[in-house]
């Protein structure tokens, strides 16, 4: 079955970088784009990216354009999302769902929390 | 941006209820429309495809309807599961962007 694994729950101070994975299996990678959605604690879903696993092309929020890299590895069926300069209102979960250009967020992780605290 | 209004915020409803929820969009998005259902402690579930197609798995309760920039996810009777946040989606243009969300809760 296609599913999304993805890292393990993160605690950083403010300023440094994270780096959040997403490892795909039961579909063939490049043949579907991964989106990268993030949530705050008690609001609602935030669109952050999208990257093509085929030829790894993106479209990141205007907002976190500067801040944010998603890559992927098509050697290991893994996209990656980095965030960098974090800020208090970085603390979320963070999600990534297969699809998001031609195709809809189909299936989801299981989200990775992030924390930013000093 | 395409700005997706939910309403309303918050529905109370009893099990065996009809649930409206209700999507409108700043501009049209045709029919490049999803919705997706969030339980506590869970990512979100793709629930509607296209605006009025119910992906893999999702019971003939849930439908959708709509097209450009109005949309409508009904849930014919309600069952205890069904209680979470609904999300709307489009696709129409970049970004993509959610709706903030309608909460269906327990009256």
């Known amino acids: 079955q296609v599913q999304l694994v993805q890292s393990g729950a993160e605690v950083k101070e403010p300023g440094a970088s994270v780096k959040v994975s997403c490892r795909a299996s039961?579909?063939?990678?490049?043949?579907?784009?991964i989106t990268w959605v993030r949530q705050a604690p008690g609001q609602g879903l935030e669109w952050m990216g999208w990257?093509?696993?085929?030829?790894?092309?993106?479209n990141y929020a205007q907002r976190l354009q500067g801040r944010v890299t998603m890559t992927t590895d098509t050697s290991t069926s893994t996209a990656y999302m980095e965030l960098r300069s974090l800020r208090s209102d970085d603390t979320a979960i963070y999600y990534c769902a297969r699809g998001g250009d031609q195709s809809w967020c189909d299936p989801w992780g299981q989200g990775t929390l992030v924390t930013v605290s000093s | 941006e395409i700005v997706l209004t939910q309403s309303p915020a918050t529905l109370s409803l009893s099990p065996g209820e009809r649930a409206t929820l209700s999507c409108r969009a700043s501009?049209?998005?045709?029919?490049?429309l999803a919705w997706y259902q969030q339980k506590p402690g869970q990512a979100p579930r793709l629930l509607i495809y296209?605006?009025?197609n119910r992906a893999t798995g999702i019971p003939a309760r849930f439908s959708g309807s709509g097209s450009g920039t109005d949309f409508t996810l009904t849930i014919s009777s309600l069952e205890p599961e069904d209680f979470a946040v609904y999300y709307c989606?489009?696709?129409?243009?970049?970004?993509?962007?959610f709706g903030q969300g309608t909460k269906v809760e327990i009256k």
């Open positions: 296209d605006a009025s």
């Open positions: 039961g579909y063939t990678f490049t043949s579907y784009g």
């Open positions: 990257i093509s696993a085929y030829n790894g092309y993106t």
């Open positions: 501009q049209s998005v045709s029919s490049y």
């Open positions: 989606q489009q696709r129409r243009n970049w970004p993509r962007t």
